[in-house]
Nanobody, 120 residues
Framework: QVQVVESGGGLVQAGGSLRLSCAASGRILRINFMGWYRQAPGKERELVAGISSGGSTNYADSVKGRFTISRDNAKNTAYLQMNSLKPEDTAIYHC??????????????WGQGTQVTVSS
C-alpha cells in the first residue's frame, strides 16, 4: 500500500541540467530518510544524495557542488536538482524512502528507477 515513483530522467548534453522527483504515497506515518542512489554498468551502487527527517543532507564527493537534494514534506516528495552534468553521471537513478508504515516499523521502499544519460 506504499508506493515510490520517480520521474524526470532523460538525455542531456554535458553541462546541462535535470531535476528528478521522487514521490511516496500510501499509508505513511513518518518518513525518516529519502535518498537517491545510482548504478552504472560495471560500477557499484552508490548513494548520491540523502536528506534526513531533520533536514540534514549528505552527498557523494563526485557530485558535491553540482547536485542539490530537497524535499516537500506536504507532498512526501524529494527532488534532486542536477547541474553541470557530466558523462560520468550516466546511470540508473533509484529513490529509496525509509519510512514508518502502519506496522509502526521502519521499512525501506524503492522506486522503479529512472535513466539519466549524459552525452559528450
Amino acid at each position: 500500500q506504499v508506493q515510490v515513483v520517480e520521474s524526470g530522467g532523460g538525455l542531456v548534453q554535458a553541462g546541462g541540467s535535470l531535476r528528478l522527483s521522487c514521490a511516496a504515497s500510501g499509508r505513511i506515518l513518518r518518513i525518516n530518510f529519502m535518498g537517491w542512489y545510482r548504478q552504472a554498468p560495471g560500477k557499484e551502487r552508490e548513494l548520491v544524495a540523502g536528506i534526513s527527517s531533520g533536514g540534514s543532507t549528505n552527498y557523494a564527493d563526485s557530485v558535491k557542488g553540482r547536485f542539490t537534494i530537497s524535499r516537500d514534506n506536504a507532498k512526501n516528495t524529494a527532488y534532486l536538482q542536477m547541474n553541470s552534468l557530466k558523462p560520468e553521471d550516466t546511470a540508473i537513478y533509484h529513490c529509496k524512502v525509509v519510512l514508518v508504515d502502519m506496522t509502526w516499523t521502519a521499512r525501506d521502499y524503492w522506486g522503479q528507477g529512472t535513466q539519466v544519460t549524459v552525452s559528450s
